[in-house]
């Protein structure tokens, strides 16, 4: 007798899956949507190429800004560079005051070797050294300083001659006291203009006294 093949019935809820079916209608619709987004990206790239995209940068305006920054730095700076010369050619000790506040030791130093090295007028011992003296005996002259140091000496009467007086110095060796250099000023041939020239150095606050030659 033939044996009756018994099928094992399939468990509940076990669902047969349905295969894939790729039909030429859906062939065409994916290959459509893959051809349009490639055409896209093509379209966007030649749109940034040619500067049509969204975010657009002006060369020509920038350059333009840029030059005219430039120029505004040039401006200043040559601003800046005649206040420094002005400021030098009305200042000509400038330089000695910068060397102070770099190195103030040294630049003193330096200072009074400068001044040390210019000879001074000749002084000597027992003569007496004057001027050359106008024409005519009995000359009058107004004595404002008698200083020991030569250098104040000097001082006094390149700060005199800047005021417009005809100051001099003349050195006088003092018995039992040294050498005294004495600031005089003018030659006057009487005691009124003298006088006159006197009266103006004591608005100085000078001490004035008409002495002979």
């Known amino acids: 007798m033939a044996k009756k093949v ?4 399939k468990p509940a809820g076990q669902k047969k899956r349905a295969p894939i079916q790729l039909t030429r209608k859906k062939l065409f619709l ?12 093509f379209a966007l790239g030649i749109l940034v190429g040619r500067g049509l995209s969204p975010v657009r940068f002006d060369v020509p305006k920038l350059q333009k800004e840029l030059m005219a920054l430039k120029q505004e ?4 700076e040559q601003v800046r560079l005649k206040v420094e010369t002005d400021t030098l050619s009305e200042n000509p000790d400038l330089d000695f005051y910068k060397i102070l506040t770099d190195k103030k ?19 000597k011992s027992a003569k007496v050294v004057k001027p050359k003296k106008l024409a005519g005996p009995g000359l009058l002259t107004i004595q404002v300083a008698s200083l020991k140091n030569a250098k ?31 600031v005089r000023v003018g030659h006057f041939a009487d005691s009124s ?21």
């Open 6 to 9: 018994t099928k094992k019935p």
């Open 30 to 41: 994916w290959l459509g949507l893959a051809f349009l987004a490639m055409g896209w990206m």
């Open 73 to 76: 730095a040039l401006k200043r």
């Open 105 to 123: 030791e040294e630049a003193r130093l330096k200072f009074a070797k400068t001044h040390e090295t210019t000879p001074g007028p000749a002084v």
């Open 152 to 182: 104040k000496a000097r001082q006094e009467v390149a700060r005199l001659k800047r005021k417009g007086y005809e100051a001099y110095e003349i050195t006088v060796n003092v018995p039992g006291k040294g050498t005294y250099h004495r």
């Open 193 to 213: 203009e003298a006088g006159r020239v006197a009266a103006r150095l004591k608005q100085h606050k000078l001490e004035t006294i008409i002495v002979r030659e």
